[in-house]
């Protein structure tokens, strides 16, 4: 099967999570919900974002998900967290 007749991988609208690592300083969780708010153009749920600490404390991992319409709302997400100083890991 040639890569332009496979069918895609993810089928939309999805509900899809994105995993955000960084230093839990300077309110990470307040950027994080910033970025996708400002990105997806809605405000995320009061569940849509869990966290986790790493065992010593140095990290925070950020567990966000979101209903995604499109490839193209995936990739402009994924994009904007490449850019971001502040994300030591994406995922």
């Known amino acids: 099967m040639s890569a332009k007749a496979q069918p895609p991988l993810i089928t939309y609208p999805t509900v899809y999570a994105f995993k955000v690592m960084g230093r839990p300083d300077d309110d990470f969780e307040g950027f994080v919900r910033e970025l996708f708010s400002t990105r997806l153009g809605f405000s995320l749920g009061a569940g849509a974002l869990s966290r986790q600490a ?12 979101v209903t995604l319409t499109s490839e193209m709302q995936r990739r402009s997400v994924y994009e904007q967290l490449s850019r971001e100083s502040r994300i030591v890991y994406y995922l």
């Open 54 to 65: 790493s065992s010593r404390g140095s990290y925070v991992s950020l567990t966000v998900s």
